[in-house]
């Protein structure tokens, strides 16, 4: 039997503080034995009738198909909406739109660009609202972080996360306060001009003291690696910034990961891995790099043993089915 904590049912999720430290490992845990059930060849029903809305003004892969087949697999029913599709926030308002859809689908997921559209849907749309990423934040993404750093090592306890390159991102700013809640300790590399907003620090740093665990900033990437045991970035274009290209490559390529930054944990023999969120600029045949070589990390290390990537791509859709299922279904009676 299933087994995951009572309270999350109709409750969204609009960054890492939604949830408490110990709801947000609840749910890593659920999404764990989704993953185990779903192994295992079991297709359930716990979403049965149910229907997500998913709004996407952003272009995605994992998120669009993590969110249809998590639904799909527990027998509900997922509709894909882009800004062409609706009226939403053009000739309607966000607010209008929260209260048409929130009286017909049982959940909404939000992929795009304001914090402040993700909110004003869960303020209006009486139901359940997930964010699938904004430009500050990107929560979802996170739990399968977390996810995929337990299973490969056992757990999280003791673990040392550094992330590398634009550190003021949504994911970053994320992977900051999810590694916080979950006792683990947190490393920004990123040059002065891209660390993180104070106002993220400190509530960050408030919520890791209070863990037992640490943050710590280092503008020197091979100083602030030292130790770690998952070597973490992102891509140092986001969307919406490509006028940037150019200036982010030249200020950035001193933070790509290489197996010289790998070797510089002094882990290389031991506990080590490496994550990205994806897509990933890391070989020479793509629009972006065909004139610039790799980027954010090089074919080595992303092809690499350390590189679990796809794992971590993949548990973009159990994570979601947990949030899916603690929000929309009654937990388990005991047997």
């Not at 490509?242 to 023999?269: C, F, H, S, V």
């Amino acid at each position: 039997m299933l087994n995951w904590m009572p309270g999350l049912k109709g409750r969204s999720l609009m960054r890492m503080t939604s949830f408490t430290d110990e709801e947000m490992m609840n749910l890593i845990d659920l999404a764990a034995q989704l993953k185990a059930r779903r192994a295992a060849g079991v297709r359930g029903d716990l979403l049965h009738r149910k229907n997500v809305a998913l709004i996407f003004e952003k272009s995605s892969t994992r998120t669009r198909n993590s969110s249809l087949i998590a639904i799909r697999d527990e027998g509900g029913n997922a509709e894909y909406l882009t800004r062409p599709d609706i009226h939403f926030g053009k000739k309607e308002s966000v607010k209008d739109t929260a209260r048409v859809l929130g009286r017909i689908y049982d959940g909404i997921l939000f992929r795009g660009f304001a914090q402040k559209t993700v909110e004003e849907l869960a303020e209006f749309s009486g139901v359940p609202v997930w964010n699938g990423l904004t430009d500050d934040y990107h929560p979802t993404q996170i739990l399968a972080d977390l996810l995929t750093v337990k299973e490969t090592f056992g757990s999280l306890k003791d673990c040392t996360v550094a992330y590398v390159g634009d550190g003021r991102n949504n994911v970053a700013n994320s992977l900051m306060m999810g590694c916080a809640k979950a006792s683990v300790n947190y490393v920004c590399c990123a040059p002065k001009s891209l660390w993180p907003d104070p106002a993220v620090l400190a509530e960050a740093e408030a919520v890791a003291k209070k863990n037992g665990s640490s943050i710590r900033v280092f503008e020197d990437p091979k100083e602030g690696v030292k130790g770690a045991n998952v070597l973490y970035t992102d891509v140092w274009v986001s969307m919406g910034e490509e006028a940037k290209t150019a200036e982010r490559i030249q200020l950035l390529r001193p933070y790509q990961i290489n197996m010289d930054l790998m070797r510089a944990t002094g882990n290389i023999d031991g506990k080590l891995m490496f994550l990205h969120c994806l897509p990933a600029f890391h070989d020479f045949n793509t629009e972006v790099t065909k004139d610039c070589g790799a980027l954010e990390v090089t074919d080595e290390v992303f092809e690499s043993k350390f590189s679990k990537v796809f794992d971590e791509s993949e548990n973009r859709m159990h994570t979601i089915k947990a949030l899916f299922v603690s929000a929309l279904c009654d937990v388990p009676k005991s047997e």
